[in-house]
């Protein structure tokens, strides 16, 4: 009978004990980091991942009214043509969460306008380096590629991979001018204009060696971007933003301006472009009212991101 007592009581005190060991071996922190981090591969040291895990549809990303007014050549056409044109011509791409864009293009009888939206989202394959700061990469090397300055910053850092920082599989990067000089002078970035690549390439005036915009004689060149129009870092868009102008011949004597507005919003790049091309005998493209409208495009496809 003595047996019969003890051991129920030792085989008690057993359970007490490895419920015990049990509750401090198990579980993790109060905000439950450590078994979320292993439960996903992640460690928990891993730098956050972007905001963003898909894109917007780009030939829906902007309204019909807005179109009418970069495109006024759309609006002679006849009613299906219209719907065809303001439908927009997608980008082939491998992934539309990585990579998405569209183009569209209005032919009126005194000049022709394109405009081009590009969504780009990066992904970074180093757990040591956030999604946002490789995007910054890229966009710092954008801005490199044109006449924008670009100011040195501990997130403006150009690492020797950033080429390679959207990682395996993804598109090259989609190209936002076609032109080889900004509208200062500079070197704009390569890309693939919207339509119809410039013959000459030349920029909007005779550039010194050191990128002024000014024309021969000191004078503005006719046509080009006055002080407070020239490419430039943009406030307020996005994390960040800037935007470049240039001026090419496109033929004898017309001429075509090509405005890009590229803006970060965390781990994404949307680049806009939007070019006019006059007929021969018309004047040159207005820069500022391009650049209006180009950053009021980029605006309202931050907005969007942002909802």
């Known amino acids: 009978m003595q047996r019969k007592a003890y051991v129920p009581g030792a085989a008690a005190l057993l359970a007490a004990l490895v419920t015990g060991l049990t509750g401090c071996t198990s579980g993790g922190g109060e905000d439950g980091s450590a078994p979320d981090a292993k439960a996903n591969g992640v460690p928990a040291s891993a730098a956050p991942p972007g905001r963003y895990r898909t894109l917007l549809e780009p030939c829906g990303s902007v ?39 569209c183009s569209w293009k209005g032919q009126a009888p005194d000049s022709s306008h394109q405009l081009r939206v590009d969504f780009e ?34 997130e403006a850092t150009v690492s020797p991979t950033a080429s390679a920082s959207t990682g395996p599989g993804a598109t090259p990067d989609l190209e936002v001018q076609a032109g080889k000089t900004g509208r200062a002078g500079g070197k704009a970035e390569e ?60 033929g ?28 021969p005998a018309a004047e040159v493209p207005d820069s500022k009212e391009l650049q209006e409208k180009a950053q009021s495009v980029a605006r309202r496809l931050a907005e969007l991101f942002d909802e």
Do not use: C, M
């Open 63 to 101: 309204e019909r009214s807005t179109l009418k007014n970069l495109l006024p050549g759309v609006l002679t056409l006849p009613q299906d043509q219209q719907q065809q044109v303001l439908g927009g011509t997608p980008a082939v791409t491998y992934d539309t969460d990585r990579r998405a864009a």
């Open 121 to 154: 989202r990066v992904v970074s394959y180093d757990p040591a380096v956030s999604d946002d700061n490789r995007a910054q990469e890229v966009f710092t090397r954008k801005q490199s590629a044109t006449s924008v300055p670009v100011i040195p910053g501990p």
């Open 252 to 279: 004898s004597t017309a001429q075509r301006r090509t405005v890009s507005v590229v803006f970060r919003t965390s781990n994404v790049l949307v680049t806009v472009v939007y070019a006019e091309q006059p007929a």
């Open 191 to 250: 890309s693939e204009a919207p339509e119809d690549p410039p013959s000459s390439g030349q920029p909007s005036g005779d550039a010194s060696p050191g990128g002024s915009a000014e024309g021969a004689g000191g004078s503005p060149s006719p046509g080009g971007s006055t002080t407070g129009l020239e490419p430039r870092v943009l406030e307020g868009l996005g994390d960040a933003a800037f935007i470049d102008d240039v001026l090419d011949r496109a």
